[in-house]
């Protein structure tokens, strides 16, 4: 198995790049994804390599990263998708973008790639969901983002609660009250002053 290339550049004209290796010329597949970043012909380059080899032909696909080839070696594992539809999604968008649609279930982001309709957009969020937890991809800054953000505001939601509740109201009326107003406060102060105005307001 042929698992990295470090040569330099003699050919390219997506999706085929040649790279010689002390002499040696190697016909290489890669996605744009892989093109955008590399040099100009003559420049080095390293590529993280998977060898598909068929009846007919033996056939290398290039990467810039290895986060890159593990998602093509687990994308050509879902039924119905082969190495020229794994280059495809990988053209069209980048690792923690794929995996953001896969766990959101966003069809529609998926189905903008360049072959992938409804279903085969189906298939993949079926089939890679739970590879994806395998391949135990490093999880995107987004998804930390929203994890400290919905813990923090969790953190207020029960410091404002717990104030109502001293006020004499009872559990269940401060949460209605305060889920009412969260969106709109950044500190429990706000949530208590503005959940009781509204109540105070309605009487």
């Not at 593990?70 to 594992?77: A, D, G, M, N, P």
């Not at 280059?87 to 980048?94: H, K, N, P, V, Y």
């Not at 009872?170 to 209605?176: E, F, L, T, V, W």
């Given at each position: 198995?042929?698992g990295?290339?470090?040569?330099?550049?003699?050919e390219?004209q997506?999706?085929?790049?040649?790279?010689?290796?002390?002499?040696?010329?190697?016909e290489?597949?890669?996605?744009?994804?892989t093109?955008a970043?590399?040099?100009k012909l003559g420049?080095p380059?390293?590529?993280?390599?998977?060898?598909?080899?068929?009846?007919d032909a033996?056939q290398?696909y290039g990467?810039?990263?290895?986060?890159q080839r593990?998602?093509?070696?687990?994308?050509?594992?879902v039924?119905?998708?082969g190495?020229k539809?794994g280059?495809?999604?990988?053209?069209?968008?980048?690792v923690?973008?794929?995996?953001?649609c896969?766990h959101?279930?966003?069809?529609?982001g998926?189905?903008?790639?360049p072959g992938?309709?409804k279903?085969t957009?189906?298939?993949?969020?079926?089939?890679?969901?739970?590879r994806?937890?395998?391949w135990?991809a490093?999880?995107p800054?987004?998804?930390a983002?929203?994890?400290?953000e919905?813990a923090?505001?969790?953190?207020l939601?029960?410091?404002?609660?717990?104030a109502?509740?001293?006020l004499?109201y009872?559990?269940?009326?401060?949460?209605?009250m305060?889920m009412?107003?969260?969106?709109?406060?950044?500190?429990?102060?706000d949530?208590?002053?503005?959940?009781l105005?509204?109540?105070?307001?309605?009487?």
């Open positions: 198995m042929i990295r290339l470090q040569g330099f550049i003699i390219k997506a999706p085929e790049l040649l790279i010689d290796v002390h002499g040696v010329g190697y290489v597949q890669a996605p744009l994804s093109f970043v590399l040099g420049d380059v390293t590529l993280y390599t998977h060898l598909a080899i068929r009846e033996h290398l990467f810039s990263d290895k986060s593990s998602l093509f070696r687990t994308l050509i594992k039924s119905g998708v190495p539809l280059l495809a999604i990988l053209s069209g968008m980048d923690s973008a794929f995996a953001r896969v959101q279930e966003d069809i529609s998926l189905t903008k790639l992938v309709g279903k957009a189906e298939r993949l969020i079926v089939e890679m969901r739970d994806l937890i395998e135990q490093p999880a800054l987004w998804a983002v929203e994890q400290n919905q923090g505001k969790n953190q939601l029960q410091e404002a609660e717990g109502l509740v001293a004499g009872k559990p269940q009326d401060a949460s209605k305060l009412k107003v969260a969106d709109t406060c950044t500190s429990a102060e949530m208590i002053r503005q959940a105005r509204n109540t105070l307001g309605g009487a």
